[in-house]
């Protein structure tokens, strides 16, 4: 049996390019509040991952770090993953992803710990559980290696919320805000239907502001 996996990084290259033909544009800032909106959008969609911890007084989302490898293995074809818990708070998740350029190799899943900093025993420790299933891969060299934070939650919010939000000036105006955040490491995985409810959440709230 075979299957398809495309990498994350350049889809998103060429969904921005999209996004940017048909007139989209990036603005680079920090958002502190809501209310650097008031006034200005009809709507804002929310998809600010962890920061929603603190944007939205969210409590409920954190992270969970991520270690993975980006090796040289073109002799790999199989992939595996196995996840499995050592505590409560502390996962594993022991997989190769071989892609068209390099082979992914992870990881981990450890529920809380901020640190993106990359630990060398960790690596070792990535490399031992991963040589288990495919003992070849001690071989092949690391092109790169990397540590990210996956905005864990106990389920996705996907919902819209009317704000309460003051403009420079002091007036109060309500703002209609759709959150789409907790994904967790199941981004590339649930993204579109996601996307299409905050369609759908979206033309519902301009209908109301035109209203």
Not at 17 to 44: L, M, P, Y
Not at 90 to 105: C, H, L, N, Q, S
Request: with cysteine; aromatic share 10%.
């Amino acid at each position: 049996m075979k299957t398809m996996m495309f990498p994350g990084t350049p889809y998103l290259q060429m969904k921005l390019k999209q996004f940017q033909k048909n007139g989209g544009k990036i603005i680079q800032r920090k958002v502190k509040s809501f209310d650097e909106f008031a006034g200005t959008f009809d709507v804002v969609v929310n998809c600010t991952g962890l920061g929603s911890r603190e944007l939205c007084n969210d409590e409920k989302i954190q992270p969970a770090r991520g270690h993975i490898l980006r090796m040289h293995a073109p002799w790999v074809n199989h992939f595996f993953y196995i996840k499995r818990k050592k505590q409560v708070d502390i996962g594993e998740a022991t997989y190769i992803f071989p892609r068209f350029k390099d082979v992914v190799v992870g990881g981990t899943a450890q529920l809380g710990n901020w640190d993106t900093n990359v630990d060398e025993k960790e690596t070792k420790e990535i490399l031992d559980r991963v040589s288990e299933f495919e003992p070849t891969i001690k071989n092949a060299s690391i092109i790169d290696q990397w540590v990210g934070l996956r905005p864990v939650r106990d389920c996705v919010r996907l919902e819209k919320e009317v704000m309460d939000v003051k403009t420079q000036h002091g007036s109060k105006l309500k703002l209609q805000v759709v959150h789409n955040y907790g994904h967790g490491g199941a981004g590339m995985s649930l993204f579109w239907g996601c996307a299409l409810e905050v369609k759908d959440l979206v033309l519902n709230a301009l209908l109301h502001s035109v209203l």
